[in-house]
C-alpha cells in the first residue's frame, strides 16, 4: 500500500549526491548563501514535491535518459519527510551563519552532510528511515 506517487529510486541518490557536494562546499567555504539556496531546494521537495524539485528536475533531464528505464519503484512519501528533515536542519544552519553564530551553522550543516552522504554513498536515506519510524509507533497506525 502506497502513501504516495512512486519515484525512480535513481533521482533521490542522484539529489543525495548533489546535495553532498554543496553542504561539503558550504562546510569548507561557510558560505551561508549556497545553504540558504540549499534550503529552499530541500522546501520545494518537501512541501511542493519531488517533481518540481531541482535536483529531480536536472535528473529527469540530464541523467535519467542516459540511464535508460528501471521497473524499480519507491515510495515518495518517506522520500519527501527526508526533504523536510534536510530543510530543518539547512535552515537552522543557514540562520546559524547569518547570524554570525558560526558554530550552530557548521554543527547544522554537518548533520544534514552526514545524512545526505549516508545516501549519496550507501543508499541509505536516514529521513527515510525515521519516517519509517514514526510510522510504526504512530497511534493511527496502533488503533487500526
Not at 523536510?84 to 535552515?91: P, S
Not at 550507501?122 to 488503533?143: D, E, H, V
Request: with cysteine; charged share 10%.
Amino acid at each position: 500500500m502506497s502513501a504516495g506517487p512512486a519515484v525512480d529510486p535513481r533521482g533521490p541518490r542522484f539529489a543525495a549526491i548533489v546535495t553532498t557536494v554543496v553542504l561539503a562546499v558550504v562546510l569548507i567555504t561557510q558560505w551561508w548563501p549556497l545553504l540558504a539556496l540549499q534550503t529552499v531546494v530541500f522546501a520545494i521537495g518537501a512541501f511542493v514535491g519531488l517533481k518540481p524539485a531541482p535536483y529531480s528536475v536536472l535528473y529527469r533531464l540530464v541523467v535519467a535518459p542516459r540511464l535508460g528505464p528501471t521497473s524499480e519503484r519507491e515510495d515518495a512519501a518517506p522520500l519527501r519527510f527526508a526533504q523536510a528533515v534536510g530543510f530543518v536542519f539547512a535552515l537552522v544552519g543557514t540562520i546559524g551563519f547569518a547570524a554570525g553564530v558560526t558554530p550552530l551553522g557548521v554543527v547544522a550543516t554537518a548533520f544534514a552532510l552526514f545524512a545526505a552522504f549516508l545516501n549519496a554513498a550507501f543508499n541509505y536515506c536516514l529521513g527515510c528511515q525515521m519516517y519509517l519510524l514514526i510510522k510504526r509507533f504512530s497511534p493511527a497506525r496502533a488503533s487500526s
